[in-house]
T-cell receptor, first 111, second 112 residues
C-alpha cells in the first residue's frame, strides 16, 4: 500500500520566519503535487513537480522534488498571515493516475 | 472556463438514510474522481471514471456506496444506508490529461 507522510502535522510559525514542510512517499513516482486548502474550502493547486530535481517557486513558497529519496519539500520564506492554511502533498505512482494524499500540514502564521 | 460544480454543498441526514451527491466536471475532462475527506485527513480516492467506465473503485465500500457516470459527463455518488462514519466532505475532481486534477467545492455530509 502506498504511503504518503507529511511532517510536521501542525506548524505554528511567526511572521517573517522560514520553515520547511516535508513529504515522504513509499513508491516509485515522478509526479508530485502540492495543494493548499483553506478552512471549509476545496483544494487549490500550488505546484506540479514532474521530474527528479524539479524546483518551482511562487511568491514565498518553493517546492522541490527528489525522486531518488522519495522526498518533496515545501519551503516557506518570510511567512505572512495569508499563508495560514492546510497544505497537502499528493503522489501519483509511476503506473496509473490515482493520487494519494498525505495527511496534511496545518500551518498557522502568527504575528 | 467554468470549474467543477458540485451539489448540494451541505447535507445533514440521519443514519440509515440515503443520500446522493452530484458532480459536473470541467467541460472536456474525460477523467472524473470522487474523494472522501474525513476531518483532519487528506482526501482518499473512492472511485475514478474514464469517460463512463470505472478505472479504479478499489476503495469504494460497495456494500453501501455506488457511483455512476452516465454519458461520460455528470456523475452521482450515492450512499445507502449512511453510517455515522460517513460524515465527511465528498470532493469531486476532474482531469483532461490525468496529470492534473481540478477539485470542486465539495459536499459536506453530516450523519447524525
Amino acid at each position: 500500500e502506498l504511503k504518503v507522510e507529511q511532517n510536521p502535522l501542525f506548524l505554528s510559525m511567526q511572521e517573517e520566519k522560514n520553515y520547511t514542510i516535508y513529504c515522504n512517499y513509499s513508491t516509485t513516482s515522478d509526479r508530485l503535487y502540492w495543494y493548499r486548502q483553506d478552512p471549509g474550502k476545496s483544494l487549490e493547486s500550488l505546484f506540479v513537480l514532474l521530474s527528479n530535481g524539479a524546483v518551482k517557486q511562487e511568491g514565498r513558497l518553493m517546492a522541490s522534488l527528489d525522486t531518488k529519496a522519495r522526498l518533496s519539500t515545501l519551503h516557506i520564506t518570510a511567512a505572512v498571515h495569508d499563508l495560514s492554511a492546510t497544505y497537502f502533498c499528493a503522489v501519483a505512482p509511476s503506473t496509473g493516475n490515482q493520487f494519494y494524499f498525505g495527511t496534511g500540514t496545518s500551518l498557522t502564521v502568527i504575528p | 472556463e467554468a470549474g467543477v460544480a458540485q451539489s448540494p454543498r451541505y447535507k445533514i441526514i440521519e443514519k440509515r438514510q440515503s443520500v446522493a451527491f452530484w458532480c459536473n466536471p470541467i467541460s472536456g475532462h474525460a477523467t472524473l474522481y470522487w474523494y472522501q475527506q474525513i476531518l483532519g485527513q487528506g482526501p482518499k480516492l473512492l472511485i475514478q471514471f474514464q469517460n463512463n467506465g470505472v478505472v479504479d473503485d478499489s476503495q469504494l465500500p460497495k456494500d453501501r456506496f455506488s457511483a455512476e457516470r452516465l454519458k461520460g459527463v455528470d456523475s452521482t455518488l450515492k450512499i445507502q444506508p449512511a453510517k455515522l462514519e460517513d460524515s465527511a466532505v465528498y470532493l469531486c475532481a476532474s482531469s483532461r490529461t490525468g496529470y492534473e486534477q481540478y477539485f470542486g467545492p465539495g459536499t459536506r455530509l453530516t450523519v447524525t
